[in-house]
């Protein structure tokens, strides 16, 4: 049997350090006064923000087969003590790497689990991936899974995020199409457009609205041009060897969208509405019970690949669209175009069997803001990456970035000693890496989602956009850095040094690390090949 810990967690916050005293880790001793406990837990929502200590319980019910070994598995935990049935079952500590421990004498068929946290720090999260319990196995049946759908091409990536509105002085899809040589020089060979629709009046956010409250998926946002303007984007693109894949924001529109007056059961009653949980109070949500959402929504979806000849979408929040829709959605765009590349905003490991190629890495940008907060050593980000090869299918590939538009920018977050060797990890790491563009000039205004806020090209660091040439060229010299399984990637350190191993059927690649300055060196066949000192 096996059994994912996830869903509503109780919360009981201990400032006065009474828990183990009262003995709260007993089930009958929990405190009735709670909070609700999401796990796991959002980057963007701290539930332990300012608090010293806290609890966590969590119920489950487990069917036991004799004779059989049971784990209790945590693939991202913060540092705590842990009890199963009023019994203690270990203590987890501060490390990114997977954490097992064997409950075999304690499990039952109804079970309370117990944590609790006690030296909470700034960004400590609690339980920040799934948590199991599996019989007989340290590993989730769903990695044991193999993705083969994925395009060939996608392993070569190097994907470019552009928001329309801010990217050029016009804002507009020819101030893109005109910059477009600018990206190929720097060695990008994809990009992805954020919602290229027209925003909806009702509700909206700011002067011009969210772009991700969409009135009509059919048209194009005046504000950037014509449908004629778009084509030409994506034939010139084409024509540069560069693939385009834009947003799909699937999961609502805004309140006033032309859906609403095709048929307004499309979306849910106002009673199952959610997002005003997440702050979204310019969008209604559809609804994926009712047969014509699911039409329309697909047959929308094939659209732009049909009429435009895009490559792919990146999917807005794909997590709250119902599974079983991009199995059946998905299964139909690739009929119409095979090699489609599908991105979904979520870290969520069940997304890859029904048909998503590249999810996002956002623990991985958690870990290293904790190592640039000194809350982790340098080595812990490789503890991360090693774990996540038993906790996704296998051949999943994930998205690595730095920032994005939902987060600030990199050289805000980020300290310059760790600003170029975090930028190596995003190029030589498995996975396909992400720059939302103004990264690779170190643009420090994050740019407003809904105001016309044009980034200020003329403040720009020529040394980073420099590294960043060299380091894309890096990637696409050696194609073990292009190789993502489990098979190419491992690591070693010691006081001296960090040295990651990639390596495919022909070629081994040593990139080092040198402590503490941690400049890096790429070592090939015996030699030097390239050498990035972390100055800027």
């Given at each position: 049997?096996?059994?994912?810990?996830?869903g509503?967690?109780?919360?009981?916050?201990?400032?006065?350090?009474l828990g183990?005293?009262e003995?709260w880790?007993i089930?009958?001793?929990?405190?009735q006064e709670?909070?609700?406990?999401?796990?796991?837990?959002f980057?963007f929502?701290?539930?332990f923000?300012?608090k010293?200590?806290?609890?966590?319980?969590?119920?489950f019910?487990?069917t036991?087969?004799?004779?059989?070994?049971?784990?209790l598995i945590?693939f991202?935990?913060?540092?705590?003590?842990?009890?199963?049935?009023g019994?203690f079952a270990g203590?987890?500590?501060?490390t990114?790497?997977?954490?097992?421990?064997?409950?075999?004498?304690?499990?039952?068929?109804?079970?309370?689990?117990?944590?609790?946290f006690?030296?909470?720090?700034?960004?400590?999260?609690?339980v920040?991936?799934?948590?199991?319990v599996?019989?007989?196995?340290p590993?989730p049946?769903?990695?044991?899974?193999?993705?083969?759908?994925?395009?060939k091409?996608?392993?070569?990536?190097v994907?470019?995020?552009?928001?329309?509105?801010?990217?050029?002085?016009?804002?507009?899809?020819?101030?893109?199409?005109?910059?477009?040589?600018?990206?190929?020089?720097m060695?990008?060979?994809?990009?992805?457009?954020?919602?290229?629709h027209?925003?909806?009046?009702?509700?909206?956010k700011?002067?011009?609205?969210?772009?991700?409250a969409?009135?009509?998926?059919y048209?194009?946002?005046?504000?950037?041009?014509?449908?004629?303007?778009f084509k030409r984007?994506?034939d010139t693109a084409?024509?540069?060897?560069?693939?385009?894949?834009i947003?799909?924001?699937?999961?609502?529109?805004?309140?006033?969208?032309v859906?609403?007056?095709?048929?307004p059961?499309f979306y849910?009653?106002?009673?199952e509405?959610q997002?005003?949980?997440w702050?979204w109070?310019?969008?209604?949500?559809?609804?994926y019970?009712?047969a014509?959402?699911?039409k329309y929504?697909?047959e929308?979806?094939e659209?732009w690949?049909?009429e435009?000849n895009i490559?792919?979408?990146r999917c807005?929040?794909?997590f709250?669209?119902?599974?079983?829709?991009?199995?059946?959605?998905?299964?139909?765009?690739r009929?119409?175009?095979k090699?489609?590349?599908?991105?979904?905003?979520a870290d969520n490991?069940?997304l890859y069997?029904?048909g998503?190629d590249?999810?996002?890495d956002w623990?991985?940008?958690?870990?290293l803001?904790?190592?640039?907060?000194?809350?982790y050593p340098?080595y812990?980000?490789?503890?991360?990456?090693?774990?996540?090869?038993?906790y996704y299918?296998?051949?999943?590939r994930?998205?690595?970035?730095?920032e994005?538009?939902?987060?600030?920018r990199?050289?805000e977050?980020?300290?310059?000693?760790f600003?170029?060797p975090?930028n190596?990890?995003k190029?030589?790491l498995?996975g396909?890496?992400?720059?939302?563009?103004?990264?690779?000039?170190?643009?420090k205004n994050?740019?407003s989602?809904?105001?016309?806020?044009?980034?200020?090209w003329?403040?720009?660091?020529?040394?980073?956009?420099e590294?960043y040439?060299?380091?894309?060229?890096?990637?696409?010299s050696?194609?073990?850095?292009?190789?993502?399984?489990?098979?190419?990637?491992d690591f070693?350190?010691?006081?001296?040094s960090?040295?990651i191993?990639?390596?495919d059927?022909?070629?081994?690649?040593?990139?080092v690390?040198?402590?503490?300055?941690l400049n890096?060196?790429?070592?090939?066949?015996?030699?030097?090949?390239?050498?990035f000192q972390?100055?800027?």
């Open positions: 049997m096996e059994v994912r810990l996830e509503l967690w109780a919360l009981a916050l201990d400032e006065n350090n183990e005293k003995e880790f089930p009958e001793h929990y405190p709670t909070v609700d406990y999401r796990s796991p837990a980057l929502d701290v539930p923000k300012d010293k200590r806290g609890w966590l319980k969590k119920e019910d487990f036991k087969h004799v004779k059989t070994l049971v784990y945590f991202g935990v913060d540092e705590c003590k842990v009890w199963l049935n019994e203590r987890l500590y501060n990114a790497g997977k954490q097992v421990l064997e409950v075999s004498k304690l499990i039952s068929d109804k079970n309370t689990l117990i944590l609790k006690e030296r909470i720090q700034p960004e400590t999260l609690g920040w991936k799934y948590a199991y599996i019989e007989d196995s590993v049946a769903l990695s044991k899974k193999m993705i083969s759908h994925t395009p091409w996608l392993d070569q990536v994907l470019y995020s552009i928001f329309i509105r801010n990217f050029s002085p016009e804002g507009t899809f020819n101030g893109v199409t005109e910059k477009l040589p600018q990206l190929k020089a060695g990008v060979n994809t990009i992805w457009l954020l919602p290229i027209p925003v909806g009046l009702k509700e909206r700011g002067t011009l609205g969210s772009p991700y969409i009135k009509d998926y048209a194009v946002n005046p504000e950037f041009g014509t449908k004629e303007d984007l994506v084409h024509s540069m060897d560069i693939r385009v894949i947003d799909l924001v699937i999961n609502h529109t805004s309140p006033d969208s859906m609403k007056d095709i048929d059961k849910k009653h106002h009673t509405q997002n005003a949980a702050g109070t310019d969008v209604l949500e559809l609804d019970s009712y014509p959402t699911r929504i697909t929308m979806m659209y690949i049909r435009f490559d792919g979408y807005d929040v794909a709250l669209v119902p599974l079983d829709f991009w199995q059946s959605a998905i299964a139909r765009i009929a119409l175009k090699n489609i590349f599908m991105l979904a905003e490991p069940e069997p029904v998503f590249l999810t996002y623990n991985l940008m958690l870990t803001r904790r190592i640039n907060r000194g809350f340098f812990e980000i490789l503890e991360y990456v090693q774990t996540q090869y038993q299918p296998q051949y999943a994930r998205m690595i970035f730095l994005n538009h939902d987060t600030p990199a050289v977050t980020f300290t310059p000693d600003l170029i975090f190596v990890l190029f030589i498995p396909i890496p992400l720059i939302y563009n103004g990264e690779e000039v170190g643009i994050t740019p989602l809904f105001d016309r806020d044009p980034i200020d003329s403040i720009k660091n020529s040394a980073l956009l590294f040439k060299e380091i894309i060229k890096v990637k696409k050696y194609p073990s850095l292009n190789y993502h399984f489990a098979d190419g990637f070693s350190y010691d006081h001296s960090v040295k191993h990639r390596f059927s022909e070629k081994f690649l040593e990139i690390f040198e402590n503490p300055a890096s060196y790429f070592v090939s066949n015996g030699k030097i090949r390239k050498t972390n100055v800027l």
